[in-house]
């Protein structure tokens, strides 16, 4: 079975901790025993093997050892988490949700078993085979969210080999590749997975100094608030001895910043993507944003500048939309990239490059450059539609200051003058009084290129 290995290191590591929620403390025995009582359960609830299941919860101990027990028991996983809620009847849909399990605040679950019929030719791939499944829907950042379906069996193959046991918190979410893969990581290990409730910037500090954690997976978004906040400052976060951060393209000024409060922490660039898994990755530094990505099961390649992976975790393919890969099997990532050696600097996605008579500019870049003025809390670039020069930059900003946006583009122009040539110095600016990002602390700009 799928997950022998992952039981037989609960029973090696019985006494330890596995998960501590709502500071409470769960032992890899409590999770064992608790997979073989879900295993009586969801026979009682009658899901049938193979079926398609939302699982909508966080990390509970309670959702982890049910979330086990699907894979056990064949099933197509669904995760939602609360990120999503107003989208969940569609991702439902999508899905063909056969079996919809609920596990609320109080980790108490509610089975429903609906009247659908899982029957797309990938859903039914999975049945066929007797294979476990997951499907991850993206945040939809730039567009529409996607649905991709990925055996389960080789998402868990990387976990057979031991890596060091830490103690970790799970921020990346429920229903994130990154957030699964910290999940998986972290238990196939021994470490202990600890939870936060709420993602701000003091609950997860408080966190890092109660419970001594060692490895924060996050995105840019979130430690740009963490900087803002200067949470940091009222806790005690020396146990932390890793920083990894990925999901968006972290801004440099926000990386070195980060890298000069915390020059003691290893910070390293992580990619990942719901369709083809988490990469292995090494950063050239703490402080650079050159990464070496690959590892077992993966290869890389960049043709036209763009990056493109190989993966032996890759899907099986989209639910609702076109394959993605090229007929020898490549994932096109959509991602922009320079190479220095067996280094990548990512620039961003393709899809929100901005053309100006020509010239390409990158949001990444020159948000990371207005993110360094004073009063600026957040900044989304996209791109706005010109007669003349095809596109202009467009900024829209959070700021803490009471600035008119007059008063800001004046300061903001002599600030870029000698930073950002004078074509990616936007050209409109507008204020922002909500949040620039989603509940998965990644930079929605979709959301805000109106």
């Not at 609960?10 to 403390?25: P, V």
């Amino acid at each position: 079975m799928p997950i022998d290995f992952l039981l037989e290191r609960f029973a090696a590591n019985h006494d330890k901790d596995a998960i501590i929620w709502r500071d409470q403390t769960y032992s890899y025995e409590w999770m064992r025993q608790a997979v073989e009582q879900w295993r009586t359960r969801l026979r009682e609830y009658r899901v049938p093997v193979g079926a398609a299941v939302s699982l909508e919860a966080d990390f509970s101990p309670q959702a982890v050892a049910l979330l086990l027990a699907l894979i056990e028991r064949q099933c197509i996983i669904v995760p939602l988490t609360a990120s999503v809620e107003a989208k969940k009847p569609e991702f439902r849909d999508i899905a063909q949700v056969e079996v919809r399990l609920t596990i609320d605040e109080t980790d108490t679950t509610q089975c429903l078993l609906t009247d659908v019929r899982a029957d797309h030719a990938l859903l039914r791939h999975l049945k066929d085979a007797r294979r476990p499944g997951l499907v991850l829907f993206s945040s939809g950042s730039t567009g529409k969210s996607k649905a991709a379906v990925h055996d389960f069996v080789p998402l868990l193959e990387k976990f057979h080999l031991p890596r060091p046991a830490l103690r970790t918190m799970t921020f990346l979410l429920f229903d994130h590749i990154g957030g699964v893969n910290t999940l998986l990581h972290t238990l196939s290990n021994g470490g202990a997975a600890i939870t936060v409730q709420q993602r701000s910037p003091d609950a997860v500090c408080r966190a890092i100094d109660r419970y001594q954690v060692q490895l924060l997976p996050t995105s840019p978004t979130f430690i740009n608030l963490l900087l803002l906040s200067e949470a940091y400052t009222r806790y005690n976060l020396s146990s932390l001895e890793l920083v990894t951060y990925g999901t968006e393209v972290m801004p440099e000024s926000t990386l070195r910043r980060f890298h000069e409060l915390f020059p003691q922490m290893r910070l390293l660039q992580t990619y990942g993507l719901s369709e083809v898994g988490i990469l292995r990755s090494k950063s050239k530094s703490s402080d650079s944003l050159w990464v070496k990505l690959g590892g077992e099961g993966f290869s890389t390649r960049v043709v036209d500048g763009m990056l493109e992976i190989k993966a032996q975790s890759a899907m099986l393919g989209y639910l609702n939309a076109a394959s993605p890969f090229t007929a020898d099997g490549w994932f096109l990532t959509g991602d922009a990239v320079e190479v220095d050696g067996e280094y990548l600097r990512i620039l961003g996605r393709k899809s929100e490059l901005i053309n100006i008579g020509g010239e390409k500019v990158y949001p990444a870049e020159v948000e990371s450059v207005l993110q360094q003025m004073s009063g600026v809390e957040d900044v989304a670039v996209t791109g706005e539609s010109n007669p003349i020069t095809g596109q202009i930059v467009k900024a829209r900003v959070r700021l803490s200051t009471s600035e008119t946006v007059a008063e800001f583009r004046k300061r903001m122009h002599v600030f870029c003058q000698d930073k950002l040539p004078r074509v990616k110095i936007p050209q409109k600016v507008t204020i922002a009084t909500e949040e620039l990002h989603g509940g998965r602390f990644k930079k929605m700009r979709s959301e805000v290129a109106q």
